[in-house]
T-cell receptor, first 109, second 113 residues
Framework: AQRVTQPEKLLSVFKGAPVELKCNYSYSGSPELFWYVQYSRQRLQLLLRHISRESIKGFTADLNKGETSFHLKKPFAQEEDSAMYYCALRFSGTYKYIFGTGTRLKVLA | DVKVTQSSRYLVKRTGEKVFLECVQDMDHENMFWYRQDPGLGLRLIYFSYDVKMKEKGDIPEGYSVSREKKERFSLILESASTNQTSMYLC????????????FGPGTRLTVT
C-alpha cells in the first residue's frame, strides 16, 4: 500500500544544533516528494520539492530511492524553524497526494 | 500571489445538520482538494476535483460530498454532520502541470456538538 511515514511526532533540538526530520515512503511508481511546513497560526505552505533540488531557509532534502527516504535536513537550527512539518508524495500520473502524519519541530533557545 | 480563501475560520454545528464549507481560489487553478487535518493523523484527502463538475474520491470520502460548478469554487458538504467530523478542514488548489505545488487555504475549524 502507498504510504508516507514520519516516525517522529515531536523533535526537540537546541538552537544551532543539526536537524533531521525523517520521511520514508512506500510507492511502487516514480514518486514526486515534497516537504510542507505550517508555522503557528499560518497556512500550510510548500518548503521544498525533490525535483527542484533547492535549498530553502537552509533546509535540504535528498531523495534516496534505495532507502525510499526523503529526509529533511538543516545544519544549524534556528528558533524560527519551530513549526509542523509534513512530508507529502504525489502519485505519478495523477493529481492525488498523500501526506505523512507530521513532525512538530521545537527549537529551544 | 495565489489566494485560496475559505468561507469560515470557525464553525459550530449540531449533529445532523447539513454543513457547507466553501473554498475559492483566484489563480485559475484546474485542481482543487479538500483535506481534513487531525492531530496524529496528518492530512487526509477527502475529495479532489480536476475540472468543473469533475470529482474523485480521496481516502476518506464517507459522510462527505463535493460540488464544483465553477472553476474557482469547490464546496465540501457534510450531509448530516456527526461528532466524528469535528476537525480542521483544509482546501488546496494547484495548476494542472506547471508547478504541482499545492496552495492551501487558512482552514476551517469545524466543531460538531
Amino acid at each position: 500500500a502507498q504510504r508516507v511515514t514520519q516516525p517522529e511526532k515531536l523533535l526537540s533540538v537546541f538552537k544551532g544544533a543539526p536537524v533531521e526530520l525523517k520521511c520514508n515512503y512506500s510507492y511502487s511508481g516514480s514518486p514526486e516528494l515534497f516537504w510542507y511546513v505550517q508555522y503557528s497560526r499560518q497556512r500550510l505552505q510548500l518548503l521544498l520539492r525533490h525535483i527542484s533540488r533547492e535549498s530553502i531557509k537552509g533546509f535540504t532534502a535528498d531523495l534516496n530511492k534505495g532507502e525510499t527516504s526523503f529526509h529533511l535536513k538543516k545544519p544549524f537550527a534556528q528558533e524560527e524553524d519551530s513549526a509542523m512539518y509534513y512530508c507529502a508524495l504525489r502519485f505519478s500520473g495523477t493529481y492525488k497526494y498523500i501526506f505523512g502524519t507530521g513532525t512538530r519541530l521545537k527549537v529551544l533557545a | 500571489d495565489v489566494k485560496v480563501t475559505q468561507s469560515s475560520r470557525y464553525l459550530v454545528k449540531r449533529t445532523g445538520e447539513k454543513v457547507f464549507l466553501e473554498c475559492v481560489q483566484d489563480m485559475d487553478h484546474e485542481n482543487m482538494f479538500w483535506y481534513r487535518q487531525d492531530p496524529g493523523l496528518g492530512l487526509r484527502l477527502i475529495y479532489f476535483s480536476y475540472d468543473v463538475k469533475m470529482k474523485e474520491k480521496g481516502d476518506i470520502p464517507e459522510g462527505y460530498s463535493v460540488s464544483r460548478e465553477k472553476k474557482e469554487r469547490f464546496s465540501l458538504i457534510l450531509e448530516s454532520a456527526s461528532t466524528n467530523q469535528t476537525s480542521m478542514y483544509l482546501c488546496a488548489s494547484t495548476r494542472q502541470e506547471i508547478t504541482r505545488e499545492q496552495y492551501f487555504g487558512p482552514g476551517t475549524r469545524l466543531t460538531v456538538t
